[in-house]
């Protein structure tokens, strides 16, 4: 089965920077499409950002222009590149692999693999 590991979340203020990481295993990890989902408290689980097998990348629009999704097919590994934080990016954001590449990349429904998790928490 495919094994994800979120790291790098942490405190950081408003207008900073962050990067998270998620290893992966697999021998097919260059061909998953991979996403990185958020859930803050009290709120559903909401999309983030998706990277396809090919390289395509998608955000939701409350994020496009500030984070970027890039992937490390040689060590397994996709990335989160957080700038310009604000207080309503604070949630807990996982990771997620979908070995199909599906066409519904913002449903959680599309994704067979899960992290556990890192924590991102913006000060104001």
């Known amino acids: 089965q495919v094994q994800l590991v979120e790291s790098g979340g942490g405190l950081v203020q408003a207008g900073g920077s962050l990067r998270l990481s998620c290893a992966a295993s697999g021998r097919t990890f260059s061909s998953y499409a991979m996403g990185w989902f958020r859930q803050a408290p009290g709120k559903e689980r909401e999309f983030v950002a998706a990277i396809r097998w090919n390289g395509n990348t998608y955000y939701a629009d409350s994020v496009k222009g500030r984070f970027t999704i890039s992937r490390d097919n040689a060590k397994n590994t996709v990335y989160l590149q957080m700038n310009s934080l604000k207080p309503e990016d604070t949630a807990v954001y996982y990771c997620?692999?979908?070995?199909?590449?599906?066409?519904?990349?913002?449903?959680?429904?599309?994704?067979?693999?899960w992290g556990q998790g890192t924590q991102v928490t913006v000060s104001s």
């Open positions: 997620a692999a979908d070995p199909q590449n599906s066409y519904y990349y913002t449903r959680i429904t599309s994704y067979d693999y």
